[in-house]
């Protein structure tokens, strides 16, 4: 007696997270270190030694009502105006702890976002490749899912496609950057441009089409690139922040929302938004968490492991005929599937005991996912398997 | 640009939580000491010593990966164990960790169960009084709950109004004991009487109707009560668990669900439950609570205070003319509201610096709810003003 739609999605399973279990079988039969799991974006590289001192000195020193105690739904007042403290010191914006509403993780700020603005019936816009659980986020509230077919050069937005896909009944763009499966970042120029777009069909359709920034990669940069940050460039932008990656801390589920005073109904909103965060079942942000990630400012984990897995990876697996675009930033990167088939190649991979995600979990048919959070033995370990299927698949011929 | 539905919630609001902030307001105003706030179910005991040496113990010994890392989305396996385990020692169950799934509270437990079960006009039981915020679970699934007015003579369950509204639409009813807001345990003779009705119907009506136990005040119980465990009783139960209480960690979201083999489609149920949790946005629950709550087994805070402080106003109270049902457990006492509008004597009692809660805001009108989970000092220094409140109202004339 599940709903039918809930046995449809446990038919469909998450591929990754299959994956992920998968993974763990593997690595009970042929050992841990003989098995290259680049399925998941479980962060390598431990959390920085400032989160253990900072949770002794939190029970050493704060009262312990409060720091487990429930509190405003949308979070301490401290922990909000110390996100906002430290955003306006980034992009030199003026927030204060009225924008900032503390989450469940970004894919707790998501839902949030989306019980707030989707009604049955909007449209939201994706562009592809995409994490697809983002499907999920928008078919819980009903909304549907209109996907904008991938820009194959360098994953960018597919510009005259986007414009026909806009109707009267878009309410939303999700973007995630840098990207998650491509490891893109969407230009400053990019940005100005979709923003343009929007506001002009805010315009002409008389409501608000709002931007909503998925943003969990957000400090793991590659070249020095500029993330634009979208409020910036969009009156009606939200930001979905996670502490799950610059902190190594997925399992923690910490993160925000920022809820711009440019928003239409700014006041509306975020009451929605706090409602929308307690009746949905998170009540709040876990309260200790919250009050570590206000004591951690601009820290993070060491990150750099990250530029060196992609900086082999993407040498080695290019010398060895795989095509790609180099990703900017976050930790994956999306090759074409040798063979063209995705899942026949991902199947293949399992030979060699190397796990990635075919593409087409991402709406991104024809491409792998290839997650390098791993470590560097992982790294390179799974290069002659890598090496041996490009020769399978004549890469080099 | 908000939906409908979340402008009509923000109007509505929280009751509790409107007086939570309102609270915090007047112990700006007045001196946290000389406001007397009953109105929401912050636990004012601490948490048990154990709990801040685990968490040192768990950052001291466990590896820091693992402790903050992904997990599978319905919990760690030992951790899953540990609480199965916990479960058959006190209940003769026998349990395993597939039959558990941690969760983001119990407010995350009651969500996952809905929305693997709950298609839009499916109809859930709830019997009057009964904590407000399963209303906006239930509607989250655009489910239709169906509300049983109050047994006024001891809570209880109201047999022949619930027999009348069970329809070929009814797929659940949410039980919650100890009983928030009328700290009524329901008896064993009420359950079995329950689950037979329900036997009936689920094979007059040829589909499963689900029993979901809310359990987070399982072990507050003041008269040595037994509590009865509902999947013993009933088949297709789910329970819902939340540790906020027992270990006064209402802020960190940690909980349970326990899914007994008896379900119908147990394996297609317990996969449905992983995917709720998962793209509800909660992922899976807060890692490092997790590992905590798995060492604690049965130690919890010292709540003797819930019975003195019970004791206490229990007695003044009806002294003072107050008119109740005996809390049996959880930390909450229902009295008649004095006037008979719950409303405006919860106003009234502002005057005195007293918040309580209006019955209405439980489906029971005419009432007011009062959490005891506070100090010594509260009750003690509130008890002249509930004396003023009952002579305003003439309650010994």
């Known amino acids: 007696m599940i709903t039918p739609k809930m046995k449809q999605l446990v038919a469909g399973g998450s591929v990754i997270r299959a994956m992920f279990e998968e993974g763990r079988i593997m690595a009970e039969k042929f050992g841990a270190e003989n098995v290259y799991d680049f399925s998941l974006g479980n962060p390598n590289t431990p959390p920085p030694a400032a989160v253990k001192e900072a949770i002794f000195d939190i029970l050493e020193n704060e009262p312990e009502m409060m720091v487990h105690g429930y509190m405003s739904n949308v979070g301490y007042e401290d922990v909000r105006k110390a996100m906002a403290d430290n955003i306006n010191r980034k992009q030199g914006t003026s927030y204060t702890a009225r924008n900032i509403i503390m989450t469940v993780g970004a894919a707790g700020a998501l839902n949030v976002v989306m019980k707030t603005i989707i009604e049955p019936g909007d449209e939201v816009l994706l562009q592809a490749p995409f994490f697809g659980e983002y499907l999920n986020y928008i078919s819980n509230f009903d909304g549907k899912a209109v996907i904008v077919s991938p820009e194959y050069t360098n994953f960018s937005i597919n510009f005259p496609e986007l414009e026909q896909k806009i109707t009267p009944k878009t309410k939303a763009m999700i973007l995630n950057t840098p990207n998650n499966p491509t490891g893109a970042i969407y230009s400053e120029q990019d940005i100005i441009r979709l923003c343009d777009i929007l506001r002009a069909k805010q315009k002409e359709y008389g409501h608000a089409i709002y931007l909503i920034s998925d943003e969990p990669y957000r400090e793991i940069v590659f070249g020095g690139q500029n993330v634009p940050y979208l409020p910036c460039y969009y009156e009606n ?161």
Do not use: W
């Not at 400012?297 to 990876?313: A, F, P, V």
């Not at 994956?332 to 060699?352: I, L, R, S």
């Open 237 to 397: 932008a939200f930001v979905g922040y996670s502490y799950s990656k610059t902190l190594s801390l997925p399992g923690e589920r910490i993160g925000y929302i920022v809820a711009p005073d440019s928003l239409e109904d700014f006041e509306g909103t975020v009451a929605a938004l706090s409602v929308a965060n307690r009746i949905l079942g998170f009540v709040n942000a876990p309260s200790l968490m919250q009050r570590v990630v206000a004591r951690l400012g601009d820290i993070s984990s060491d990150m750099t492991i990250y530029q060196e897995n992609k900086k082999e990876l993407y040498e080695a697996l290019t010398s060895y005929g795989y095509e790609m675009v180099e990703p900017q930033g976050a930790f994956y990167m999306f090759p074409k599937a040798p063979g063209g088939d995705d899942k026949a190649f991902c199947e293949a991979a399992k030979e060699e005991r190397i796990l990635v995600v075919p593409g087409s979990t991402f709406a991104g048919p024809g491409y792998f996912r290839l997650a390098f959070c791993v470590s560097r033995q992982t790294v390179q370990n799974a290069l002659p398997g890598f090496k041996r299927l490009a020769e399978k698949y004549h890469l080099k011929d």
